[in-house]
């Protein structure tokens, strides 16, 4: 048996084949983002708080796949200018639940429209059987390494 043999095989692997997409998606996803002075963790913070107002520094990190460090460097961004506010103290504990204002509303309608446009052309080959085979097939991937 040779040493390829033993390795995986980049050519039949899942594995390198999500890490591949996932790869492309976030280049593409970056090169829509860009123009709009965002990057893709700055657009996932501004969905996340869309759609669940008032989360904390730590559930963003999480939701965002960074470290808390970095989350509240990108809030404090965020923040100064306007896109978000935060209590100056917390009601409870440390924790500073984030919400979106106005401004910030504004600009994540015009980059989930320019995210929109990158996942309607990632998934322009697939019909709606397949695109649902998809999530579901990608949903027990992570479930079952969860």
Known sequence: ????????????????????ASSALRTAMEAVLRPLGMTVTHYSCLELLAQRPGLSNS???????????????????????????????????????TQLTPRGRRELAKATAAVKAVE???????????????????RSMVTSLG
Not at 120 to 138: G, N, P, V
Request: no cysteine; aromatic share 2%; net charge negative.
């Open 59 to 97: 559930e963003l990190a999480r939701g965002t796949f960074v470290s808390r460090q970095s989350m509240n460097v990108l809030l404090q961004s965020l923040e100064h200018d306007g896109i978000v506010t935060r209590p100056v103290e917390a009601r409870v504990g440390k924790t500073l639940p």
């Open 1 to 20: 048996m040779n040493d390829l043999q033993q390795g995986i095989d980049l050519e039949t692997s899942l594995g390198y084949l999500l890490k591949e």
């Open 120 to 138: 309607d052309r990632m998934l322009a080959e697939l019909d709606a059987t397949s695109r649902q085979q998809a999530r579901s097939i990608l």
